[in-house]
């Protein structure tokens, strides 16, 4: 079946390093992909989505590739901030259904 | 805002009390999606419904929880008869549907403490 595996944390990242969170996907069919964010108290909130094969989806400086050859959907981000500390879910959509990574906690220091 | 909305934000019960959950999916969605979420774990799906039907229910307990959506009014995830192991935080989310690209909508979700 569908499914997501998403790069285990936590990861902890000094102010304007580089970020990378490996995701990758095994799916039927042409799957839609996203990124979410997850804030502490809150709810997810969709960072960014790619619908077909290399397609970017990017939004606040974070960008991720859907990589089909690969069935990969890697998050960057070229400089992180304090802001950014947060937790991470890949995830992917088959038909009517939603499968998310376990989610990976990002903290950046100053 | 015509966000997902979930209330209560926060819930504390006794073990052995019923807990209700409610859900208003985003204005136009049809499709309520309810997910189990531990600390420092991720999202564990439970139940799909669409109006008035249940699509998907192989994350649910097979005793204790229920979930609908009726054709008036917000999801319900009822949970009698609660167990400290219930503790956790709900969150609801909403898709509109129709196509493959749209993303689930979510709450911010009920957190419920079983005391």
């Known amino acids: 079946g569908d499914s997501v595996t998403q790069m285990e944390g936590p990861v902890t990242l000094s102010e304007e390093a580089f970020l990378t969170i490996n995701c990758t996907y095994t799916?039927?069919?042409?799957?839609?992909l996203f990124w979410y964010v997850q804030y502490p108290g809150e709810g997810l909130q969709l960072l960014l989505k790619a619908t077909k094969a290399d397609d970017k989806g990017s939004n606040k400086g974070f960008e991720a590739t859907y990589r089909k050859e690969t069935t990969s959907f890697h998050l960057e981000k070229g400089s992180v901030q304090v802001s950014d500390s947060a937790v991470y879910f890949c995830a992917l959509r088959g038909g009517n259904q939603f499968y998310f990574g376990t989610g990976t906690s990002l903290t950046v220091i100053p | 805002n015509a966000g997902v909305m979930q209330n209560p934000r926060h819930l504390v019960r006794r073990r052995g009390q019923e807990a209700r959950l409610r859900c208003s999916p985003m204005k136009g969605h049809s499709h309520v999606y309810w997910y189990r979420q531990l600390p420092e774990e991720g999202l564990k799906f439970m139940v799909y419904?669409?109006?008035?039907?249940?699509?998907?229910e192989s994350g649910m307990p097979k005793e204790r929880f229920s979930a609908e959506f009726p054709k008036e009014g917000p999801s319900i995830l009822r949970i009698q008869q609660v167990v400290r192991g219930d503790s956790a935080a709900y969150f609801c989310?909403?898709?509109?549907?129709?196509?493959?690209?749209?993303?689930?909508?979510f709450g911010n979700g009920t957190r419920l403490t079983v005391t």
């Open positions: 419904l669409q109006k008035e039907n249940i699509i998907d």
């Open positions: 989310a909403s898709s509109p549907g129709t196509g493959n690209n749209s993303p689930l909508h």
């Open positions: 799916a039927t069919g042409y799957p839609s």
